[in-house]
């Protein structure tokens, strides 16, 4: 295996990734046949087949599934040193990856990023959602604004506000069903939430309520931060929203004296990369529209 191709590698990660031998000849730029060599002959010199083939697609074995983490790491790895490679260390040039919450990024980010470009155009910006926290040890991405403070080690962090959250709807829903003035009234509304067990249900589970906090209270669910924003904004029902998205779509705010909590808001990435010119600008450029950001909120 210490012999394999570092090609076949990247084909083996590929199709755990997409699912699919289309799908991860799409995402690596080669035919499906090509791809299709690769695990073929990656399996030869393993000995032992990394997918059970069915009319329903593939199924990874346990070989494959064991080598999946190292493969992401690898993958991380060897993306950050093409970034690292981008433009040397005191260059304005090259590529910096910054990962975020689906709110962040869609909503909050793109005017942030934006500013920065166009002081500095040659520094390009790759930009994942998620609402994991991606690992910056391994190089994942670059730098994390992240909505709890940062626990990996081997971090610069700095906090630089909290973000309130509060119930909204928007004015059609209100004026189809009213507004609920109890929480208690909420149990007859529409309520917007999510479907499984996440970090922001367990953090509504701390909060004192009249109701148990599970997804059965909720008649819309999504996981996806996104999706539910779009349901409020469309008149579906009551949800929790940041204030100052909530404010730029018009939405009006419900039960503000018996609701709402703040999300802290951190910007962080690995101290290796404070010799990084570029990335220190993006960490105080992020840290500087995020406190601008917040600001803005405090004076609505």
Same mark, same amino acid.
């Given at each position: 295996?210490?012999?394999?191709?570092?090609?076949?590698? =990247?084909?083996? &990660?590929?199709?755990?990734?997409?699912?699919?031998?289309? +799908?991860?000849?799409?995402? !690596?730029?080669?035919?499906?046949?090509?791809?299709?060599?690769?695990?073929? /002959?990656?399996?030869?010199? @393993?000995? /032992?087949?990394?997918?059970?083939?069915?009319?329903?697609?593939? %199924?990874?074995?346990? @070989?494959?599934?064991?080598?999946?983490?190292?493969?992401?790491?690898?993958?991380?790895?060897?993306?950050?040193?093409?970034?690292?490679?981008?433009?040397?260390?005191?260059?304005?040039? *090259?590529?910096?990856?910054? %990962?975020?919450?689906?709110?962040? *990024?869609?909503?909050?980010?793109? #005017?942030?990023?934006?500013?920065?470009?166009?002081?500095?155009?040659?520094?390009?910006?790759? @930009?994942?959602?998620?609402?994991?926290?991606?690992?910056?040890? !391994?190089?994942? $991405?670059?730098? +994390?604004? !992240?909505?709890?403070?940062? %626990?990996? *080690?081997?971090?610069? $962090?700095?906090?630089?506000? +909290?973000? *309130?959250?509060?119930?909204?709807?928007?004015?059609?829903?209100?004026?189809?069903?009213?507004?609920?003035?109890?929480?208690?009234?909420?149990?007859? &509304?529409?309520?917007?939430?999510?479907?499984?067990?996440?970090? /922001?249900? =367990? /953090?509504?589970?701390?909060?004192?309520?009249?109701?148990?906090?599970?997804?059965?209270?909720?008649?819309?669910?999504?996981?996806?931060?996104?999706?539910?924003? $779009?349901?409020?904004?469309?008149?579906?029902?009551?949800?929790?929203? =940041?204030? =100052?998205?909530?404010?730029?779509?018009?939405?009006?705010?419900?039960? %503000?004296? #018996?609701?709402?909590?703040?999300?802290?808001?951190?910007?962080?990435? &690995?101290?290796? @990369?404070?010799?990084?010119?570029?990335?220190?600008?993006?960490?105080?450029?992020?840290?500087?529209?995020?406190?601008?950001?917040?600001?803005?909120?405090?004076?609505?």
């Amino acid at each position: 295996m210490a012999n394999a191709d570092w090609d076949l590698f =990247q084909s083996l &990660h590929a199709v755990l990734q997409a699912g699919s031998l289309s +799908a991860a000849a799409k995402a !690596r730029g080669l035919t499906q046949p090509t791809l299709g060599r690769h695990i073929e /002959a990656l399996e030869q010199k @393993l000995g /032992a087949p990394l997918f059970l083939r069915s009319p329903r697609g593939l %199924t990874p074995t346990d @070989l494959a599934r064991q080598l999946e983490s190292h493969l992401a790491e690898m993958h991380a790895a060897a993306a950050a040193a093409l970034r690292d490679a981008s433009g040397a260390a005191d260059e304005l040039k *090259g590529a910096i990856r910054i %990962t975020a919450s689906q709110i962040m *990024g869609a909503e909050v980010l793109p #005017a942030i990023l934006g500013s920065f470009r166009r002081e500095h155009p040659e520094i390009d910006i790759e @930009l994942v959602l998620s609402n994991r926290a991606e690992d910056l040890s !391994r190089r994942d $991405a670059d730098i +994390a604004v !992240r909505m709890v403070r940062p %626990t990996q *080690g081997a971090l610069v $962090a700095r906090k630089v506000g +909290a973000i *309130g959250v509060g119930f909204y709807a928007s004015p059609d829903y209100i004026e189809c069903f009213g507004a609920p003035q109890t929480l208690e009234d909420l149990t007859a &509304h529409t309520v917007v939430g999510f479907d499984r067990e996440t970090p /922001a249900l =367990q /953090a509504l589970a701390d909060l004192e309520l009249p109701w148990e906090v599970s997804r059965e209270l909720f008649a819309f669910r999504s996981d996806n931060d996104l999706a539910q924003i $779009a349901a409020i904004r469309a008149g579906v029902g009551v949800g929790a929203c =940041q204030h =100052q998205i909530a404010r730029r779509y018009g939405l009006t705010p419900l039960l %503000t004296n #018996a609701f709402g909590f703040e999300l802290e808001v951190w910007i962080a990435m &690995h101290e290796n @990369l404070r010799g990084h010119r570029r990335m220190r600008l993006m960490f105080d450029h992020l840290v500087a529209g995020f406190q601008a950001f917040i600001a803005e909120g405090r004076k609505a």
